[in-house]
């Protein structure tokens, strides 16, 4: 357990480490990227061993799901289900967090076996299954027509994970279920802090650094809880910014603490999203630029333009994750703090948790 109390002036981290007795556990999963961002296509599977494989149910021993790699034609030259039914799958483990970028499959090597379209499912535990969308849509992919001729299909948009299923919807009806496949990326460069609840992460910013008229925040979250603070900004006189998950859903906040001097558009509430506690990776996008706010849940963004009084919020240098530092500092707020997992935390580009990491 590492205290998470980060801060750019070095000098107040004893202080705040005395005042806030904050608990949180920071795992670092330190991989060198393969390629990189433009050129993250590396096979995947072919290099992985049998372990790595599984599936719903096997025709035989010469039909199990480690014979089905993509141009191989070992045991019977590819995986086929004892019965072919809408009920099967094969999965992969690729034995850590990894960014796909695209798949390929093919049938039974020599065979009238082949599966004319599939879903693809997704998991970082393998327990709980996430199925791949586009266009907002679970999208089913189209197969193959023969045995042997490769289909390959580039994501619209890459998935991240570590368990990748192939779900046949059907196949060739003079034959039975049959694939061989590829999964092609590279490795995911992922930095986790863990929240319990009770925990906060306090960034003071870096006022030589500030843009007044710009700032972005960027981090993608995972929680089974319904209901916690994820972000938290506050000033002398009640003015605050305030990420919260409420019942699943995600809202941002922005309040004007003093309506008297400024009656109108004292307060914005925008809310993003539903069913947020799903134990999945949800990704979240926090732009603004002058006066203009763009708030983005999972690829739904959400424009608005705050009025002049925006220009008048009074925060304070220091930026809070996870949770309010001191219960009760905003009057009104009384939430509860955070219960799950962050990833990749940036504020206008600086890598929040491996500040905390390097203390």
């Known amino acids: 357990l590492l205290g998470a109390s980060m801060n750019v002036n070095m000098d107040s981290v ?7 007795l904050f608990l949180l556990s920071v795992h670092h999963q330190h991989m060198a990227v393969s390629g990189n961002k433009y050129n993250c296509d590396d096979q995947l599977v072919s290099a992985l061993p049998q372990s790595s494989f599984s599936s719903s149910s096997e025709l035989s021993s010469s039909h199990s799901p480690g014979f089905a790699r993509l141009n191989r034609r070992e045991g019977a030259g590819g ?54 969308r586009q266009e ?23 998935i991240k994970a570590r368990f990748l299923r192939f779900v046949p919807l059907d196949w060739n009806p003079n034959g039975r279920i049959g694939m061989r496949i590829e999964v092609y990326g590279c490795t995911y460069r992922s930095e986790v802090v863990g929240f319990d609840g009770k925990s906060c992460l306090i960034y003071t910013l870096n006022k030589k650094l500030i843009n007044a008229l710009k700032d972005v925040i960027s981090l993608k ?42 009656p109108s558009n004292a307060q914005i509430n925008i809310t993003l999203g539903s069913l947020l506690d799903d134990q999945h990776w949800h990704s979240v996008l926090i732009e603004h630029f002058n006066n203009q706010v763009n708030f983005t849940v999972d690829k739904h963004t959400h424009h608005f333009h705050a009025k002049g ?4 919020l009074d925060l304070d240098y220091e930026l809070s ?39």
């Open 136 to 158: 907002e849509s679970i999208w089913a992919f189209s197969g193959n027509t023969n045995a042997d001729s490769v289909v390959y299909y580039k994501l619209q948009h890459s």
């Open 14 to 20: 004893t202080e705040i480490f005395l005042k806030l």
């Open 321 to 359: 994750f996870g949770g309010i530092p001191v219960p009760g500092k905003s009057g009104t707020l009384s939430r509860r703090n955070f219960h799950g997992c962050f990833e990749n935390i940036y504020y206008n580009g600086v890598n929040i948790i491996d500040l905390a990491r390097r203390h």
């Open 309 to 312: 009084e925006f220009s008048y």
């Open 79 to 132: 995986w086929s289900p004892l019965v072919s039914n809408k009920y099967q799958w094969l999965q992969i483990d690729l034995g850590e967090r990894t960014e796909i970028t695209a798949v390929a499959t093919q049938g039974g090597y020599g065979s009238s076996d082949w599966v004319t379209s599939y879903l693809l499912m997704f998991s970082d535990s393998g327990q709980n299954w996430k199925q791949y």
């Open 221 to 262: 979250f995972k929680t089974m809880q319904s209901d916690g603070i994820l972000l938290h900004r506050e000033g002398q006189n009640g003015d605050h910014i305030t990420m919260e998950l409420t019942k699943g859903k995600l809202s941002l906040l922005i309040n004007l603490g003093d309506t008297k001097t400024h």
